[in-house]
């Protein structure tokens, strides 16, 4: 499987046949698809379809009952914690609920994996956690504690700690739900730009089909336990699969092109 | 395939009317209950033991973090130490004036010394000082990481590449096992001060002869066998407590069911294991 080619795989993470059950409940039941590298990954599906476990396979917080993922060559599905441990400094995940340390304030938290992982002085800590919350608009919170701020404040806050070891790969788990059309403007800007910047692989789960459009190179459809489609925006648009027409149609964007044609 | 009608003799089981199959009689639910006692024992050691066996994995492996491992035993030892003294004392002066009331009817008050020293040192001491840090430090140890597992914070270690046992339950563990036996100490210290108080000072036993009696009797295995139980109570309350927050499911509902069982957990623990420590350590007690 593995490519011994100097030049790197364009495939970050393949995933192949990836099943995952909740006793009687099968919830994944053959996920195939490749996450390209250096380009922003979306994948889209109804609530309760298994976005988040399907999140929650690739980063192993969960072993999967079947199938594999390969992320740079190597199958993190047999992996121990150990091993783990080394591949996910490759990755930075948003979660759904924020998940910021209540215990810390918001400098801390997004300082937190910066005091894990490096040996960075205090100084310069300092200087890249501000950063990190200046281009969120989230400095003037600093020395806030996470259940002082508002929803949208938790996610940016969540995201500027995912982002700020540099991770190869940057998960987000519906980054944009509950933040009002502004805020969810600025954090779709900020994943393009993050993208741009530092050619970071994005996978995003989302069905704010606004954000879709604007963010996504490659759209993956998961249905029934499958990836049932997968595609560029334009290919994803013009796709005949009537289980994707039928969510593109409910989403409002089934006949707008426009969209299409604004990237 | 069980059938309910044990009790009801054989021809009268048409007229009842049939069980519906997810709801069978009360004897069936009872032996259900009473089978399920050991079956669910066994099985939450299985669980306890295999998240010592990670602790154990992860404590040994680098990094340390010797500033969590600080702040815990600030939280559980620091943070006892008012509640453990106030129970010390109370319990010593309590047992003075048992002791005293008890001792004085066949003339032997003069050795409530004696049975202080070696009642509180042996026994007396690490149960309560373990009760003690279980009800305050182990609930809120429970509430802690209980709440971090439900609202996905324990997820986010992981990603970050930080392992949780090794960044939660190790330090709670390490510090549950040397703060106990020290507040413990303590216990033993202001315990014997309340029974001196209330012997001398208020019931009128002579000072020389309490301080003698408790000097003579209990010795450093005394000492140490109320210590060795510590080690063992703090280590295992502090375990139980982080078992019942690490893998809490059902929200905030759940974290405060998990809190409720880490306490009566923790107490059962203390008194089985309280039995077991006494019986090796003694030799008596059929162990
Ligand atoms: N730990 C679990 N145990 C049992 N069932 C689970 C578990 N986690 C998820 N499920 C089930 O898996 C299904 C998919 O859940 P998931 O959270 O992945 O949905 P989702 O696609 O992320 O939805 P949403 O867009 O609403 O976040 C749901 O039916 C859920 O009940
Ligand atoms: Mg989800």
């Known amino acids: 499987m593995s490519d011994p080619a100097p030049a790197p795989d364009p495939v970050q993470i393949r995933i192949d046949g990836v099943e995952k059950r909740y006793g009687e409940h099968e919830v994944l039941r053959g996920v195939s698809f490749d996450v390209q590298r250096g380009i922003t990954n979306v994948i889209i599906g109804a609530s309760g379809a298994g976005k988040s476990v399907l999140m929650r396979q690739i980063m192993r917080l969960e072993r999967p009952d079947a199938g594999s993922i390969v992320v740079d060559g190597q199958d993190i599905v047999p992996m121990n914690e150990v091993a783990l441990t080394k591949v996910r400094r490759k990755f930075g995940m948003v979660f759904q609920a924020s998940a910021l340390f209540d215990s810390m304030d918001v400098f801390e938290n997004v300082a937190f994996p910066l005091r894990e992982h490096t040996k960075m002085r205090r100084k310069e800590i300092r200087e890249r956690v501000m950063a990190r919350l200046e281009d969120l608009e989230v400095a003037h ?10 929803g949208g404040m938790q996610k940016r806050v969540a995201v500027a700690r995912a982002l700020v070891l540099e991770p190869e790969v940057l998960i987000y788990d519906e980054p944009t739900t509950g933040l009002d059309p502004i805020t969810s403007r ?9 993208r741009e910047q530092y050619g970071v692989t994005g996978i995003v789960i989302t069905h704010d089909m606004a954000s879709v459009f604007f963010i996504a190179d490659r759209i993956n459809y998961l249905y029934e336990g499958r990836i049932t489609a997968s595609g560029t925006p334009e290919e994803f648009l013009a796709s005949e699969d009537p289980a994707t027409r039928e969510f593109l149609e409910a989403s409002g964007v089934g006949t707008s092109a426009a969209f299409a044609k604004r990237r | 395939m069980t059938e309910s009608v044990q009790e009801a003799p054989a021809g009268s089981a048409e007229q009842l009317p049939p069980e519906a199959p997810g709801e069978p009689g009360i004897v069936i639910r009872a032996a259900d209950a009473l089978i399920a006692i050991p079956v669910n024992f066994f099985a939450e050691i299985g669980v306890v033991a295999s998240l010592l066996g990670q602790a154990l994995f992860w404590g040994i492996r680098r990094p340390y973090r010797v500033r969590l491992w600080i702040d815990a035993m600030d939280f559980i030892g620091v943070g006892s130490i008012f509640i453990v003294g106030l129970t010390g004392l109370f319990i010593g002066m309590v047992f003075g004036i048992q002791l005293v009331d008890g001792f004085r009817q066949f003339g032997a008050e003069n050795q ?9 040192t042996r026994e007396l001491a690490p149960v309560f000082s373990a009760l003690m840090v279980s009800s305050r430090a182990g609930s809120a140890m429970t509430t802690e990481i209980g709440s971090m597992r439900v609202t996905s914070q324990i997820d986010a270690l992981t990603t970050m590449a930080v392992n949780p046992v090794q960044y939660l339950v190790v330090p709670r563990i390490i510090a549950g096992t040397l703060m106990v036996p020290l507040l413990t100490m303590l216990f033993n210290l202001i315990g014997i001060f309340g029974a001196w108080i209330i012997c001398v000072k208020v019931l009128a036993l002579d000072s020389g002869v309490f301080i003698d009696k408790v000097r003579w009797y209990v010795d450093l295995e005394d000492l140490n066998q109320g210590l060795i139980k510590a080690v063992v109570f703090g280590f295992t309350i502090a375990l139980i407590a982080c078992r019942q927050g690490f893998y809490a499911s059902g929200g905030a509902a759940g974290v405060g069911r998990a809190t409720n069982r880490s306490v009566v957990h923790s107490a059962v623990a203390i008194l089985i294991l309280d039995y077991i420590v006494t019986s090796l350590i003694t030799g008596q007690g059929g162990l």
């Open chain 1, 186 to 194: 600025t954090v779709d800007e900020l994943m393009v730009r993050t």
């Open chain 2, 112 to 120: 409530v010394g004696a049975v202080v020293g070696l009642a509180l």
């Open chain 1, 141 to 150: 919170a600093a020395r806030k504690m996470p259940d002082e701020l508002s």
